[in-house]
């Protein structure tokens, strides 16, 4: 497939192009920034916020799926976050309506979800039937952002899955992590599943490994093809508890639903 990449220079966008490339796709990147040291590929250095520079990209060579990336990647301001995750979003789904490009895989995030309490028992898992409860602006972003991608898969018949990754890291460094751990090798499997499960409508599956301490259901992703080999628990050992653990514990999207985070709409 050839698959534009946006937010291509980022952290998940460095491990994922290297990963779906290795898969046998090709990748189209597309950054604020130019292509980092050894991308070979084509490259489009442009905001995905202005609807006239994403038009430029798809005009550029034909498509077959586009991998969202792209967005501020922690809490901002009311305006920036709609701007960062919505605006960029709509603005991909109508250059993908125009050009007849008929798959999107978003990286939304845990933090749509945030205020879901934690689980008490340990076997119940929040799936993909949670209903929107983001924990900051950034969240309200995300939850908003798939619900574009519902909307365009409702009236245009795009496949889109929305990934609601966990802490993308190289390896877990907290209490936390331990549970919400996706790994740079699960993350390209994640994607590759994503891009390539066949009809999915639209769908939402948890991005996070095959974590022993998960509180995300992994069904979701798995009916979607998505086989996690990584288990945060290898690191356990590592990981020294600290004095935040206990208030991170009372929601799923940890640090972002405490009280530092509110911000005036
Ligand atoms: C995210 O969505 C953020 O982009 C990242 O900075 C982490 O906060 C991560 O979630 C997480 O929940 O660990």
Redesign the pocket.
Known sequence: MRVLVTGAAGSIGRVVTVGLEGLGHEVVGLDLVPEPEGFTGAWHTADCTDPDAVEAAFAAQPLDAVVHLAGH??EADLPTSLASHVFTTGALLDAMVRHGVDRIVYAS???AVGRTPRPANPQALVSDDALPRPDTF?GVGKIAAEALLQLHADRYGIDAVACR???FLEQPTSTR?LS?WLSHGDAVRMFEAALTAPSPGYAVLYGISANTRAWWDLEPGRRLGYEPQDDAEAFAGEVEPRPEDEAEAAYV??P?ALEEFYRPG
């Open positions: 990647p922690s995030s845990n933090h950034y990754i966990g802490s992590a919400t999207g940890g972002f």
